[in-house]
């Protein structure tokens, strides 16, 4: 028998019964459906399954389940519909930042946090928030100039 | 809506479902009752298979080799040659070569049972370099040839270079090398097998449905009906998907002849970047003949190292050789071009498709003969670059105008080139490098013609239309490049054209996406279709269709690799500004400046993102991308060792499109995939060289390669 592990996902309490010592980001994408989240490297190097664990920015491949007791967590799917995560999403779409798009739901992590703890980030700020994100089709320009979107776009939201 | 036109900004089709993780990857996808399979691999670089000891097989679990292939079928994958076999069996000739899959239901028993598997081997020396290769270290690995030269060609122009050497001042010789280099798409290989209806069905990542159909169907000696294969949301490429995904489908669909389940095999980041295939590392060795300060003759001999099967490596070898001259016009060529076997895993398709080694060496060399007779090395080069009506080293033309002249313009007023090039003294500390380079479009000669056939279809239903052509989105834009064309020709709104990943039962073959070929040989196919139906709209619901016609006039004989090589090129300069750290050699680039003639830009911000991504992967192969193989082992296994640029690596790109409409591509387009990559690596080892006053011949160069290079000097 193992211990429950309680936490926040989405907003949602949860309670996961099974191994701890699971990938958190396994849990996430067979457990509970949430996709969004890629597996890029497994060895948080590339941050494509970035997800949001309390305000921070995590790499959920190198997370297991048991230590997150008490966490709220954030992915994709939870943001994708604030006004906030849309936000991110239109500005990515409208300044030409998706190409293949495996990168891209863990770079939208990447922006919302980057956003929140700084509303109007400089391009080398930008830089340095998605440099835990690799991208090998965009040379990143298209993304830093996005987010410069989101940031003016969003400048109300991001202010609060 | 309003009826779009090619010059409107458009919203990509992709972008919104994929930022919002909706899109689904190989990966995403479950069915009921799925198992999963992975790949059991040789050990060893050469030796033969004696004994495969396997653990017991608990009910539902299965291990599945070359013999569980049926009589009727045969062991063979079909890309150019059938020499790449599904399952190793009795021998294996690389590190990483399928012998078998363990299949089954729960993946942590799975890989339990596949560490259990043991296999014996007898060891044989491997042969694992260029040079291993040409003197056949271990015993030549194709005996009845004598020779590990799996294929090889030449082109010559002008007169017998023994006439041109014996009348040079002097012969300027060097050897450049270039390294392998990982595709590292951030989605892995993957695919799922089932069946469907008595039919084989394959969810693939993969740039060319129609590729894995004809590549695996011998296998089970089945007619490629049989086989569907449908394209899944495939998170990058760049060439590493085209021939690749045959031996995870030809490896599956064994599996599920016997199994008859749905099987779901997806690498993990370590499998991709040691078992999959790579890009051609290089060899080049060029004597350039001069005579009263200019260049009167240049002799190549270009070696590739293409592991142990051919995959694509001749039409990679000859892409090689066909630019092995750069952009520039030499009156007296002699250009050889080898593809070496050797016991590693073979190489294949990268963005460039061998372009990138023989243009990145010989621009290099340019550059360090301008040194040699103190000349500037933009001036010197400049003197030879190639203009309209040129002879080729094939004995074709240049049948465009180029443009290069005004591009270089551009960029070198953007990045104060000419000022900077007085300023920095080499060996100051900081530097500024330039390269120049093309990229002949889609297939060489009459390959498009005599190879390809292409066709493209178009269904109108009330008043919206959709295209079915087997060409795919991996990241470059298609879908939406190709919906615009559609659009824009019909004189309807983007949003009433649909374009769905293919499933090869229902589009028809309109040749691999690969090449840079897609817009300008595919998007041209759907402007034909589109304005056939344009004049029929009123008809009600129809279908149109059409087949790739090749332009007359311009004729090229396969054989013996002469003639028009490629219709059009796209053209491109580039300029990179560094600074080096004189104490810890550590580089930091200050600005890049680009300008790409690629005819007429579809949409631009899409190709605004093909130059930056390009320019980026070549400078991440210039600079930081290392990948050793050490004995028949890759020295790098992740991406904690195998590093690509970051987001901090890179300034931002100041980049320039030069129109100059191509007369067969849609819009005047041509194409621009690979372009991209074909020049940044040069332009940045010419500005490292000046910025330290030394000379590489090979990249990457990295810190400790920079600290080894000043030792030498």
């Known amino acids: 028998m193992y211990n429950d592990v309680r936490f926040t996902l989405n907003g949602q309490p949860m309670v996961y019964t099974g191994n701890p010592l699971r990938r958190l980001l396994d849990v996430l994408r067979e457990d509970y459906g949430l996709t969004g989240s890629k597996e890029g490297c497994g060895e948080g190097e590339c941050g494509a399954c970035s997800i949001i664990k309390n305000g921070k920015l995590v790499t959920p491949c190198i997370i297991p389940v048991g230590s997150i007791q008490g966490a709220e967590l954030l992915t994709i799917e939870g943001i994708r519909d604030t006004e906030k995560g849309k936000c991110i999403i239109e500005a990515y779409a409208e300044g030409g930042a998706v190409q293949c798009g495996f990168c891209i739901p863990g770079m939208v992590m990447a922006t919302y946090v980057l956003l929140n703890e700084n509303p109007d980030p400089t391009e080398d700020e930008i830089r340095l928030g998605i440099s835990g994100n690799l991208c090998r089709c965009t040379g990143y320009d298209l993304i830093v100039e996005s987010i410069h979107l989101a940031a003016q776009k969003g400048a109300a939201l991001w202010k609060k | ?713």
């Open chain 2, 1 to 713: 809506m309003p009826a779009t036109k090619i010059g409107d900004k458009v919203i990509r089709v992709d972008a919104i479902e994929k930022a919002r993780g909706e899109a689904t990857y190989v990966c995403d996808m479950t069915l009921p009752d799925m198992q999963y399979a992975y790949m059991v691999r040789s050990t060893v670089p050469r030796g033969t298979i004696d004994a495969i000891h396997l653990p017991e097989m608990p009910e539902g679990y299965y291990f599945i080799s070359a013999k569980d292939i049926p009589a009727q079928g045969k062991n063979e994958l079909w890309m150019i040659m059938k020499d790449w076999r599904c399952f190793a069996e009795d021998y294996v000739l690389y590190v990483g070569e399928t012998i078998g899959l363990v299949v089954g239901p729960d993946r942590a028993t799975l890989k339990d049972l596949r560490d259990q598997i043991k296999i014996d081997y007898t060891e044989q020396t491997p042969a694992v370099t260029i040079d291993d290769g040409i003197n056949c270290v271990g015993g030549p690995m194709f005996p009845e040839k004598n020779s590990n030269v799996m294929c090889e060609l030449f082109c010559e122009k002008g007169r017998p270079m023994e006439e041109v050497f014996a009348e040079a001042d002097e012969i300027f010789e060097e050897t450049l090398t270039t390294p392998y280099q990982e595709h590292a798409h951030l989605e892995t290989n993957s695919a799922i097998a089932t069946m469907e209806d008595g039919k084989f069905v394959f969810y693939a990542s993969a740039q060319c449905p129609f590729y894995i159909r004809k590549s695996i169907a011998g296998l089970l000696d089945i007619p490629y009906e049989d086989i569907i294969i449908r394209q899944c949301t495939t998170g990058g490429a760049f060439g590493g998907k085209e021939h690749f995904p045959d031996v995870l489908c030809g490896a599956l669909l064994i599996a599920e002849n016997k199994i008859r389940k749905p099987i779901k095999m997806v690498f993990d980041r370590e499998e991709d970047t040691q078992f999959s295939v790579k890009r051609h590392p290089s060899k080049c060795v060029y004597k350039t003949a001069v005579k009263n300060g200019e260049i009167i003759g240049t002799e190549g001999h270009i070696y590739y190292n293409c592991g142990a099967y051919l995959s694509s490596s001749f039409v990679v070898l000859q892409r090689g050789v066909f630019h092995a001259n750069g952009v520039y016009t030499i009156p007296n060529t002699y250009l050889k071009g080898e593809g070496i076997g050797t016991n590693t895993f073979p190489t294949c398709a990268f963005r460039g498709f061998g372009a990138p080694q023989t243009l990145f060496c010989f621009e290099t060399h340019l550059t360090h003969l301008a040194h040699h007779l103190g000349v500037d090395p933009l001036e010197f080069k400049m003197r030879y670059l190639a203009k309209k009506g040129d002879e080729t080293t094939t004995n074709g033309h240049i049948i465009e105008d180029v443009k290069l002249p005004e591009m270089i313009d551009v960029i070198t007023k953007e990045s104060d080139y000419w000022n900077k090039i007085k300023e920095y003294k080499p060996g100051c500390g900081r530097g500024i490098g330039v390269a120049l380079y093309n990229h002949g479009g889609a297939f060489t000669g009459n390959g498009e013609q005599a190879i390809i056939k292409a066709h493209a279809r178009l269904t109108k239903t009330g008043d919206k239309v959709e295209i079915f052509v087997g060409s795919t989105e991996m990241g470059q834009g298609f879908r939406t490049s190709l919906r615009k064309i559609c659009a824009a020709t019909l004189g309807i709104s983007i949003d009433n054209i649909e374009y769905k990943n293919p499933d090869t039962s229902k589009v028809v073959d309109s040749g691999p996406t690969a090449a840079s070929r897609s817009t300008m040989i595919v998007g041209r196919l759907v402007e034909r279709a589109a304005l056939e139906m344009k004049e029929r709209w009123n008809e009600g619901d129809f279908t149109t269709e059409v087949e790739y016609e090749h332009p007359e006039g311009y004729p090229w004989d396969q054989a013996t690799f002469r003639g028009d090589a490629y219709l059009g090129y796209g053209w491109g300069a580039v300029i990179v500004e560094v600074e080096v750290d004189k104490l810890t050699n550590e580089v930091k680039t200050l600005g890049v400046w680009s300008s790409h003639e690629i005819g007429k830009a579809i949409d631009e911000l899409i190709v605004h993102g093909q130059i930056n991504g390009g320019i980026m992967q070549s400078l991440g192969y210039g600079s930081m991308e290392k990948l050793e193989n050490k004995k028949g082992y890759f020295k790098q296994k992740s991406m904690s060792d195998y590093v690509i640029p970051t987001s901090m690596d890179f300034p931002k790109q100041f980049y320039h499109i030069q129109e100059n409409p191509y007369p067969w591509g849609p819009y005047g387009a041509k194409g621009m995939g690979e372009l991209v990559f074909n020049g940044a690596s040069a332009a940045y080892v010419d500005a490292v060289e000046r910025a330290l006053n030394c000379e590489f011949t090979s990249i990457p160069i990295p810190v400790e390669d920079i600290e080894e290079a000043l030792k030498n000097v």
